[in-house]
């Protein structure tokens, strides 16, 4: 499976971005996907989760700031980024959670950064 992820750019704090994911899988709505973030000298964190019925999960940290969706039809993800502060300056990633772990090798991700 291929996940392509695109949407990142440099934007000042308080503004908004919007992600987006396509997945090449052919089974993409039957499964959750995520949005994962590693920033500079940290590890690999998510951020954010979608069953296959479109419910949403959210770490604390991006809480009412951040909105996932989905397009089964698309097979896409999407993370709509408000409020945008300096600490969410990261690569995004979009994937499969399984457990701990993730299903899918890596894309590329895309950038985010956030000027303060």
């Known amino acids: 499976v291929q996940l392509v992820e695109s949407g990142g750019g440099l934007v000042q704090a308080g503004g908004s971005l919007r992600l987006s994911c396509v997945s090449s899988?052919?089974?993409?709505?039957?499964?959750?996907m995520g949005w994962y973030r590693r920033a500079p000298g940290k590890q690999r964190e998510l951020v954010a989760s979608?069953?296959?019925?479109?419910?949403?999960n959210y770490a604390d940290s991006v809480k009412g700031r951040f909105t996932m969706s989905r397009d089964n039809a698309k097979r896409m993800v999407y993370l709509q980024m408000n409020s945008l502060k300096p600490e969410d300056t990261a690569v995004y990633y979009c994937?499969?959670?399984?457990?701990?772990?993730?299903?899918?090798?890596w894309g590329q991700g895309t950038q985010v950064t956030v000027s303060s």
């Open positions: 994937n499969r959670p399984n457990g701990a772990e993730v299903a899918y090798d």
């Open positions: 899988s052919t089974v993409f709505s039957f499964f959750p």
């Open positions: 979608i069953s296959s019925s479109s419910a949403t």
